[in-house]
């Protein structure tokens, strides 16, 4: 069975990714569909955003921060020690060690990696703070921005970078995936944009993120494996659920 990871290749040998592919007998192969490219602080500039005018910034990725604090340097704009940060996980909570002295009482993060769970940590602040929401330009009609929205917050949505569709075709021209494994509604429209004639076929399909599973399905393909969900909190664990279950089938 071959599976394809649109995401970089794990840096470290220990990567559960890897666990996996010994476990099962399986391979594995990475490569990310999609590029994000930076926003100039000259073009940032046109869309009027005061950075220093909003008490906390909502973050989703690692990339977000790495933009974040791009920009502000790039600005020349300092950022004020009270600034509180909301991540979408732990793991980008921790992330922002690199640019900051990390202290609990000013970062704060979902419990499992859901929308929900982000919106639940934001809606105990969400009275006293006026939110920078980073993103990029691709995401303007997010379930993060509906959800701000309709729930009454002051916001404002700050596009640092772009999302932009790598050149896959020769992946998926030469090559027959079993599993295909999707973690943007980015990479779902970068599979189109290389292979607009793309038919499943009984290529399995996974998602994660309720944002992609969303383009999986808007797409016309069907959903084989979504994460997060309470027993599978990762794409590691679901992918693990599904092998499993198909392994015993056989």
């Known amino acids: 069975m071959r599976i394809l990871i649109t995401q970089p290749k794990p840096e470290s040998d220990k990567s559960p990714y890897f666990e996996l592919s010994r476990k099962y007998g399986v391979s594995l192969d990475f490569q990310p569909f999609i590029q994000l490219d930076p926003i100039p602080a000259k073009e940032f500039r046109k869309q009027k955003i005061d950075i220093q005018a909003h008490s906390a910034v909502i973050l989703t990725s690692r ?3 790495d933009h974040f ?5 790039e600005m020349r704009v300092a950022v004020s020690q009270d600034t509180k940060y ?3 996980t732990e793991a980008v909570a921790l992330y922002l060690q690199k640019f900051i002295l990390y202290r609990k009482r000013k970062v704060f993060y979902g419990a499992d990696g859901s929308n929900k769970s982000l919106f639940d940590v934001i809606n105990k602040h ?3 703070e006026k939110f920078l929401y980073v993103c990029s330009e691709n995401q303007q009609d997010s379930e993060i ?5 309709s729930n009454g917050c002051d916001f404002s949505l700050a596009f640092m970078y772009r999302t932009v569709s790598r050149d896959v075709k020769e992946l998926l021209t030469a090559n027959e995936f079993d599993v295909i494994c999707f973690f943007t ?3 779902v429209k970068s599979l189109f944009d ?3 004639d793309f038919r499943q076929n009984g290529t399995v399909i996974g998602a994660f993120g309720s944002n992609t599973s969303k383009a999986v399905e808007e797409s016309g393909l069907e959903l084989g494996i979504k994460a997060p969900q309470p027993q599978a909190p990762s794409m590691v664990s679901a992918l693990d659920q599904f092998l499993a279950a198909t392994f015993k089938k056989k």
């Open 69 to 73: 604090f791009r920009t502000c340097e």
């Open 145 to 149: 921005t509906g959800w701000l929205k």
């Open 63 to 65: 990339n977000a921060i």
């Open 185 to 187: 509604p980015s990479g």
């Open 126 to 128: 969400k009275s006293n």
């Open 86 to 88: 909301f991540c979408i």
């Open 194 to 196: 290389n292979r607009p």
